[in-house]
């Protein structure tokens, strides 16, 4: 039996858009907001979220964040049509018709990437200070990628983690994050990142074009945005290969690969357990 989008949340649609809303029907994908393929009487067609219980501000730090990454014009990102965080909230998207992901150009990606991040960001983490992702990791603006990984991801996760990671991780997690200025590469400015950039945050349309969606975004260490897509796969190795051609990765970057992924491992430990609990200790023994 299909889902009915709720009279409240279709009023509040139509009036952010100033149309009536014709049908809706929900998409599936992620893992905390109901979608919806929204068609309005005016012909146009739109996506829509709501999360009832998300915490304050979390549909309009999500499109802050899509314009910051879509001002540099750099990777195609959709355009903010609406967003309340009141009652009942809600994000609406320029809607995005979805291709085979096989016809995408990689190449094209990983060059778009490269600027993406080439762009910069005024600090390592967020000017506005707002928290990102599902568990709400700070983002207070930084001057150093050491800096911000310590205090603003490893610290906290290894809050986080108490009671699901070891106590030998959770002491390996606050020993590296007071150590993290002795790897290379960490004196690099801030790079515009994605922040969650696993291949299910892109979204290829019909003409193969790579769409960047469901951000965490934040001034941070580029090889992390890498690193990322390196743990869950699904980037083609013209990605890499075409955004080290515009970008060039500092010298010895294959040694913090595991680094840069031990903060999602360890979300993911958190919020699903199973076998991300050995490759998040995996990674912080690793290096701790």
């Known amino acids: 039996m299909p889902i009915v989008i709720d009279q409240p949340l279709r009023e509040a649609i139509a009036a952010a858009l100033g149309d009536e809303v014709v049908s809706a029907s929900r998409v599936h ?55 309340r965080d009141e009652h009942p909230n809600l994000l609406i998207l320029e809607w995005i018709d979805e291709g085979l992901r096989g016809s995408s150009d990689e190449a094209r990606f990983g060059r778009q990437l490269a600027e993406l991040h080439r762009a910069g960001a005024p600090a390592f983490g967020r000017e506005d200070r707002r928290t990102t992702g599902s568990r709400g990791l700070p983002n207070e603006p930084c001057a150093t990628w050491a800096e911000f990984y310590g205090t603003q991801r490893l610290v906290p996760l290894a809050r986080l983690a108490r009671g699901v990671l070891s106590p030998v991780a959770i002491a390996g997690l606050e020993s590296l994050a007071g150590r993290l200025g002795e790897f290379a590469a960490a004196d690099e400015p801030a790079a515009r990142l994605h922040g969650d950039l ?91």
Request: aromatic share 12%; net charge negative; proline share 6%.
């Open 198 to 288: 696993w291949a299910g945050n892109r979204v290829v349309d019909a003409a193969g074009v790579s769409w960047l969606i469901d951000p965490a975004a934040h001034g941070g260490h580029r090889e992390f945005d890498l690193a990322m897509m390196r743990l869950f796969g699904g980037f083609g190795d013209a990605v890499f290969a075409a955004y080290d051609d515009v970008y060039p990765l500092g010298a010895g970057w294959p040694d913090r690969v595991a680094l840069h992924q031990i903060a999602p491992l360890v979300v993911h430990a958190v919020k699903f357990g199973g076998g991300y609990v050995g490759a998040a200790s995996e990674a912080i023994r690793a290096y701790a």
């Open 29 to 83: 994908g992620g893992d905390v907001a109901s979608s919806w393929r929204v068609d309005l009487g005016d012909g146009r067609r739109v996506f829509a979220k709501s999360h009832p219980t998300a915490p304050p501000l979390f549909f309009s730090t999500e499109a802050v964040g899509l314009r910051w990454l879509a001002a540099p014009q750099a990777v195609a990102v959709p355009a903010v049509l609406a967003v």
